[in-house]
């Protein structure tokens, strides 16, 4: 009788164990989700924040269709070139047409998707490339545009 009574214990306490390492990796798990969606959503605010614009820093804005090939393979090569700059040299954004911001910065400097702005450190607009360029291109273009 007492060697089944200490059998069930030790299996209850086995199940206890169980039940809270299941706990605590759901726990953990969620914790690291809701980290995760709370760095997401700060990245892709910054990303979009188009009021930077005119802050002392040259800026590339990419009026960009998440639905377009054309503008994900210019967002594609933008990322590659921007790699080799630091943010404090140039700072780059994207006008989302989806979305009424981006729409609305697209309008009131007339582009279509597939387009990138190209502004000074005070905010005004010093180049239009239109179409997917190639990453040299652009890398000619940004450098062009620190060095005003």
Known sequence: MQNESNINRRSSLRGFGKKLFLGLVLVSS?????YGIGQYKEAY?????????????PTVVQVHDTNCKYCQALRSRVKSVTAQFEEKELQVRIADIHTAKGADF??????????????NRQGNLTQTLQGVKSEEEIERAFKDLIAR
């Open 106 to 119: 697209a309008r009131r400097f007339d582009s279509a998707h597939v387009t990138l702005l190209l502004f």
């Open 30 to 34: 969620s914790a690291f989700a809701v």
């Open 45 to 57: 605010e910054k990303l979009h924040d188009l009021t930077v614009v005119g802050n002392g820093l």
